[in-house]
């Protein structure tokens, strides 16, 4: 059995993936611990060529190919966990690159522990142009990023995403794989909302969820993403989703969650004036715009 699987998503991103497998090629690691399986969410370019030309300059790497024709990356995750061969898994997006020492700091601290371990590491963005400057760190989730400093442990409120996520296969045994029917009856859903929900299960099963800051990858946003509409649409559909699960617990705290939210238009409104004061007015006006958006969605009736 291998210490460590791979699980890598792809879907008619080739550039991105080779990018990717290149950043595999400086790294330091004993090859007989690690596998690395190539989910292809059927796409329509030849993922396995790409992949064999890598494998053939790069014989060492143990990479495997599986496709996975149900469209959506819950399908995809869940078939390399099925497919997974080691004890720890470790889920990262095809539009990533890994830090130089990703694996060698897997060894050095993840070998002689390999269960019961749930959590995530840094996720650098990194954009195709210039950032831009309406874009606060307010933002900054909407584009994956995680940066929790030097804490060791995820807030209660947040969780991991796939970009950069370990769960020990033994979880996955205790509480279940990606729910697949969060879809049902969606068009869309919000991003990490997979792992929103598969971690309030690890989390109920009381297993902690840490934070690993030496465990670092950069995430490639595309310019066609780096937009106020894309903002506004992802804000919405998270004001949503708080909506929806605040319903459920019932009607005194979908209030608490109307109150938490006046409560942050007031924090918006006092951190709007540090903005105004460096010049940062770009920034300032999208908090307000982020702020409305979410409340929209969080007070909106229907899907």
């Known amino acids: 059995m291998k210490k460590f699987s ?3 998503p792809t879907y008619n991103r080739p550039e991105l993936l080779a990018e990717l497998l290149d950043s595999l ?3 330091r690691f004993n090859p007989a611990d690690f596998e690395f399986l190539i989910i292809d969410n059927n796409s329509q370019n030849d993922v396995q060529k790409l992949i064999k030309n890598f494998t053939a300059e790069h014989s060492k790497f143990d990479i495997k190919y599986f496709l996975e024709i149900r469209q959506g990356e819950q399908y995809a995750w ?9 004890k720890l898994l470790v889920f990262v997006d095809d539009d990533v690159r890994l ?6 700091t897997l060894e050095k601290d993840f070998a002689g522990h390999l269960d019961d371990i749930a959590g995530g590491g840094k996720v650098a963005p990194v954009f195709e142009y210039q950032k831009p400057a309406w874009i606060n760190k307010y933002v900054m989730p909407y584009f994956a990023e995680i940066n929790l400093g030097e804490k060791t442990r995820f807030p209660k409120k947040k969780h991991p995403y796939a970009t950069n996520m370990l769960i020990s296969k033994n979880i996955f045994d205790k509480v279940g794989k990606f729910d697949t029917d969060l879809m049902k009856d969606k068009k869309t859903i919000p991003p990490g909302s997979f792992e929103r929900e598969l971690f309030g299960r690890i989390r109920a ?3 902690p969820v840490y934070y690993f800051h030496d465990l670092v990858v950069w995430h490639f946003i595309p310019q066609e993403k780096i937009n106020k509409s ?3 649409e992802k804000a919405v559909e998270s004001g949503k ?3 929806d699960i605040y319903k459920s617990k019932g009607f005194l705290w979908y209030l608490y969650a109307l109150w938490m939210n006046l409560v942050k238009w007031i924090a918006a409104v006092v951190l709007s004036f540090y903005y105004l004061f460096t010049t940062q007015w770009e920034k300032a006006l999208m908090l307000f715009k982020l702020r409305w958006w979410r ?3 969080l007070m909106s009736f229907g899907s």
Do not use: C, M, P, W
């Open 205 to 207: 099963a009381h297993f």
């Open 78 to 86: 869940n078939k390399g966990i099925d497919e997974a061969q080691g």
């Open 241 to 243: 989703t708080l909506r």
């Open 6 to 8: 791979f699980i890598i």
């Open 25 to 27: 090629i400086v790294q």
């Open 99 to 104: 830090h130089h020492d990703y694996l060698s």
């Open 295 to 297: 409340s929209k969605g």
């Open 230 to 232: 894309y903002v506004k």
